[in-house]
């Protein structure tokens, strides 16, 4: 079993909603050439928050200071190894300019054309849900990398909060 984090850091740009993607670009990596947000597996004794508070600040430079948790996804042998369990959140404060990393290239791209990009095709399914009030748990089933399917329960709403007091890396 692995946990993970998802992040989306989302800007209004002169009134247009963007959000942060990585075009994953490390040779070998089974999410190479995919679009993704920011995010990784947890490291010994993380909690979510802080496993969302450094994979951001290493995959692109910037600090969390407000975050808002969305969901969970279970993604069952998702690698051919394991089952992922991936805490889901947006970024709406961040502190900092975005620079890319060894994990591929950032690029701020309009919302309105995320689902055009080379995407995984469950995330297809759950990015619509970001922009939601209400906080979901999900099981999303890929077969040597096909999606199969998917199964989610809708609860009350997400969970925002302020990061910026947080121990940042």
Known sequence: MKLATLAYV?????????TLMLHKQRLGDYHEGKWNGLGGKFEKSE?????????????????V???TWRGVITF???????????????????SGVPRSSTEG???????????NLNLWEG??????WLDEPHFFSAVFRYQQGIFQDYQVVFYGACV???????VTP
Do not use: M
């Not at 909690?47 to 600090?63: D, F, I, M, Q």
């Not at 042998?77 to 709406?92: K, N």
């Open 10 to 18: 989302k800007r209004d740009y002169q009134g247009v909603p963007q």
């Open 47 to 63: 909690s979510p928050e802080a496993c969302l508070l450094r994979e951001v600040h290493e995959e692109s430079g910037l600090t």
């Open 65 to 67: 200071e407000q975050a």
């Open 76 to 94: 069952p042998d998702f690698d051919g190894v394991d089952d992922w369990y991936t805490f889901v959140y947006t970024v709406e404060g961040f």
């Open 105 to 115: 290239q950032l690029h701020w791209i309009d919302d309105s054309k995320v689902p």
């Open 123 to 128: 995330d297809r399914v759950f990015l619509p």
């Open 160 to 166: 925002a909060a302020n990061l910026a007091s947080a």
